[in-house]
């Protein structure tokens, strides 16, 4: 994860005990490899600023994590922000995760409301019919990751956001479920 994070960092800027975690040589988060990704965060911060987001956090790998937890108990004071997502349902059980989160505020997102639906409907296919909107409301049960994924299809299929065209979404919306919880058991069939 560290690697991906850094991945299009100016080499120039990269201290030299940090390549082995950017070049995935690292055998494990030694103290110079933490110490030169935290330099290198450090120097990418600079004066303006640098924001760290991980989402799906529960699949990094435990050298990233303790990374992220050596940044985590040094990032008061310094221009860095951390935000983790972990899907719902999901556990974390590496120690290091727990010291991230120890400092941490928890903020969980809740399902979209029946207007946020609306917004991304209109975003994605125009103006919407409240019947269509309330297809998809009910087809993801307001799941963001759903509803952004639904709509796609949808605007690939060319359905209209019409009261006529509300039935198609529920259909659609079965297929998307599907395809996304397929997706899951494959990834956690892998970390067996």
């Known amino acids: 994860m560290v690697a991906q994070l850094f991945d299009l960092a100016d080499p120039a ?8 975690a950017l070049r995935l040589t690292a055998p494990a988060a030694d103290f110079p490899v933490l110490q030169g990704v935290y330099r290198l965060a450090t120097a990418l911060a600079g004066a303006s600023g640098l924001l760290v987001v991980v989402d799906d956090a529960h699949w990094a790998d435990t050298a990233s994590l303790r990374w992220l937890a050596y940044l985590a108990l ?16 999901e556990r974390v059980d590496d120690p290091s995760f727990g010291e991230i989160t120890a400092g941490s505020r928890r903020v969980v997102l809740g399902s979209l409301s029946q207007a946020e639906v609306a917004g991304l409907v209109s975003e994605a296919l125009g ?3 409240p019947e269509f909107v ?10 963001p990751l759903l509803t952004v994924r639904l709509l796609r299809a949808l605007a690939e299929d060319g359905v209209p956001p019409t009261a006529e ?4 979404v529920a259909d659609r919306g079965a297929e998307v479920a599907g395809e996304v919880v397929v997706a899951r058991l494959r990834r956690d069939r892998r970390r067996w």
Request: aromatic share 2%; hydrophobic share 55%.
């Open 165 to 168: 065209a509300a039935w198609r």
């Open 127 to 129: 103006a919407a019919a």
């Open 13 to 20: 800027v990269v201290p030299p005990e940090a390549l082995p």
């Open 134 to 143: 309330a297809a998809c409301q009910d087809a993801t049960g307001g799941n």
């Open 74 to 89: 040094r990032v008061p004071g310094l221009p860095i922000a951390v935000v983790l997502a972990v899907g719902a349902g």
